[in-house]
């Protein structure tokens, strides 16, 4: 079972940056739909960013031209790299990783798709 761990979080002023990162057991997880999820207090969780096995990526409008979802498969880690950062942007961020079916447009921003999931990084940002 691949199991993942995220690191990276803090907290930054509006306008910073932050880079998660999401570690993967699997050697194989370049075959996962790898996504990021956030969820903020007492809202729904959320779709980021997705990746899909041939690379493809997807970006919630709320984030899109701030961050950018990447891996490196030699170190077999994920990453969301997050620029431009906004007190909205204040939420738990969770890397999750299903089969490449999750992918699909009708799955790939939705949390109930990933069966997987780290235990969560809090990025916060001030105003």
């Known amino acids: 079972q691949v199991q993942l761990v995220e690191s990276g979080g803090g907290s930054v002023q509006a306008g910073g940056s932050l880079r998660l990162s999401c570690a993967v057991s699997?050697?194989?997880?370049?075959?996962?739909?790898m996504a990021w999820f956030r969820q903020a207090p007492g809202k729904d969780r959320e779709g980021v960013a997705v990746?899909?096995?041939?690379?493809?990526?997807y970006y919630a409008d709320s984030v899109k031209g701030r961050f950018t979802i990447s891996q490196d498969n030699a170190k077999n880690t994920l990453y969301l790299q997050m620029n431009s950062l906004k007190p909205e942007d204040t939420a738990m961020y969770y890397c999750a990783a299903d089969r490449p079916t999750s992918c699909s447009s009708s799955r790939r921003m939705e949390p109930w798709a990933y069966i997987r999931w780290g235990q969560g990084t809090q990025v916060t940002v001030s105003s």
């Open positions: 990746m899909s096995p041939g690379g493809a990526k």
């Open positions: 699997e050697y194989s997880y370049s075959t996962y739909c």
